[in-house]
T-cell receptor, first 114, second 114 residues
């Protein structure tokens, strides 16, 4: 019973290509997130959706476009991939309306740009 | 804006020895604080959290943490480490309605020697 699942686990592609990462949660949470973890293991929020509405949009290039078709899914599409996009991307989910509730993370998608 | 500092990038301890990992935060109000553990190639697993009440919180795998408002700290401790505790440990502070603004420290890598 995977709580937050991401696909694919690994993604190797050429510079300039377009790729998507998918995320699904079966925890009944109302909020989902995308994080980027760089080579130094620093984890930083990119986007957050609450009930399909975008609530956090950090300073991320507009080549990155999140989409949330419903509360249980949050996808990340990346256009024109660059070398600097190489990282591990984590999806997470939580209950936004419950104080102190932690975010639950997926296992990550390791993106490598050649 | 909130921030988290983990002063120790890498710590090495002997199996069976005690452990303390440091975390200092900056936040204008009462913080929500979390410790996550990340094993190689894995996602983040929640160890414990603090958002109110008793300042000494117990978590999974025998870990505990103490919230000290006067020192803006939330240090993680374990009385006796096991080889399986080798991992990356991430401290985070939450803000916003439901902690959707989760800010992580840079992490501490823990190595266990026999």
């Amino acid at each position: 019973d995977t709580a937050v699942s991401q696909t694919p686990k690994y993604l190797v592609t050429q510079m300039g290509n377009d790729k998507s990462i998918k995320c699904e949660q079966n925890l009944g949470h109302d909020t989902m997130y995308w994080y980027k973890q760089d080579s130094k293991k620093f984890l930083k929020i990119m986007f957050s959706y609450n009930n399909k509405e975008l609530i956090i949009n950090e300073t991320v290039p507009n080549r990155f476009s999140p989409k949330s078709p419903d509360k249980a899914h949050l996808n990340l599409h990346i256009n024109s991939l660059e070398l600097g996009d190489s990282a591990v991307y984590f999806c997470a989910s939580s209950h936004r309306d419950r104080a102190g509730q932690p975010q639950h993370f997926g296992d990550g998608t390791r993106l490598s740009i050649l | 804006a909130q921030s988290v500092t983990q002063p120790d990038i890498h710590i090495t301890v002997s199996e069976g020895a005690s452990l303390e990992l440091r975390c200092n935060y900056s936040y204008g109000a009462t913080p929500y604080l979390f410790w996550y553990v990340q094993s190689p190639g894995q996602g983040l697993q929640l160890l414990l959290k603090y958002f109110s009440g008793d300042t000494l919180v117990q978590g999974i795998k025998g870990f505990e943490a103490e919230f000290k408002r006067s020192q803006s700290s939330f240090n993680l401790r374990k009385p006796s480490v096991h080889w399986s505790d080798a991992a990356e440990y991430l401290c985070a502070v939450g803000a916003g309605i439901g902690n959707e603004k989760l800010t992580f420290g840079t992490g501490t890598r823990l190595t266990i020697i026999p």
